[in-house]
């Protein structure tokens, strides 16, 4: 079964930087897209990034354009997002999702657990 | 990006109750269509894809329709276990966004 499990959350100080991993098992890993999506302490869903299934296509939202970047490592099966220059308002649980099967770049439908964000001084 | 308008933003109804949540897409998204439910402190689990298809596993009770701008997400007969909030996300263009979720609780 798919099993998404993130890591690397934490509290972290306003314009520092943090990485969080999404380990993956269950299914072949390296011919889906991935998505990272967050959701702030009593809001709504965000999306926030997407990676394709090679690594080579990345997009994000513009909340977190040019502070976050979405890299993957297919012989790890996992999933990573480095955030720097982090603000209060990143503060979230982030969850990593399965995308679509190869170029189906959109789709979303198993996400993990997620992990807890904290910007605070 | 789409605006996604979900509504109600919450609703209470009793056990056995039919429950009707509508989203409407600021443009046309074809069926590039998900609801997810989420129950409290856990991650969101996909319900139906693709406006209305049932995601293996989920109850029958679940089900969803609609095309281009206006979709409607139906509990037939509401259970216990149903409480949640529920959303819905369109994936036909970049950036994914979501509706403002409906709160779904019991009577």
């Known amino acids: 079964q798919v099993q998404l499990v993130e890591s690397g959350g934490g509290v972290v100080q306003p314009g520092r930087s943090l990485r969080l991993s999404c380990a993956a098992s269950?299914?072949?890993?390296?011919?889906?897209?991935m998505h990272w999506v967050r959701q702030a302490p009593g809001k709504g869903l965000e999306w926030v990034a997407v990676?394709?299934?090679?690594?080579?296509?990345?997009y994000f939202a513009d909340s977190v354009k040019g502070r976050f970047t979405i890299s993957r490592d297919n012989s790890k099966n996992t999933l990573y997002l480095q955030m720097s220059s982090l603000r209060a308002e990143d503060t979230a649980v982030y969850y990593c999702?399965?995308?679509?099967?190869?170029?189906?770049?959109?789709?979303?439908?198993?996400w993990g657990q997620g992990t807890l964000v904290t910007v605070s001084s | 990006d789409i605006q996604m308008t979900q509504s109600p933003s919450s609703l209470s109804a009793s056990v056995g109750d039919r429950v009707t949540i509508t989203c409407q897409a600021s443009?046309?998204?074809?069926?590039?269509l998900n609801w997810y439910q989420q129950r409290p402190g856990k991650a969101p689990k996909l319900v139906i894809y693709?406006?209305?298809y049932l995601e293996t596993g989920v109850p029958s009770r679940f089900s969803g329709s609609g095309s281009g701008t206006d979709f409607t997400f139906t509990i037939s007969s509401l259970q216990p276990e149903d409480i949640a909030t529920y959303y819905c996300?369109?994936?036909?263009?970049?950036?994914?966004?979501f509706g403002g979720g409906t709160k779904v609780e019991i009577k």
């Open positions: 999702a399965k995308g679509g099967w190869f170029g189906d770049i959109n789709r979303s439908d198993y």
């Open positions: 269950g299914f072949t890993f390296s011919s889906y897209a």
């Open positions: 990676i394709s299934y090679d690594g080579t296509n990345k």
């Open positions: 443009q046309d998204i074809s069926n590039y």
């Open positions: 693709d406006a209305s």
């Open positions: 996300q369109q994936y036909n263009t970049l950036p994914l966004t």
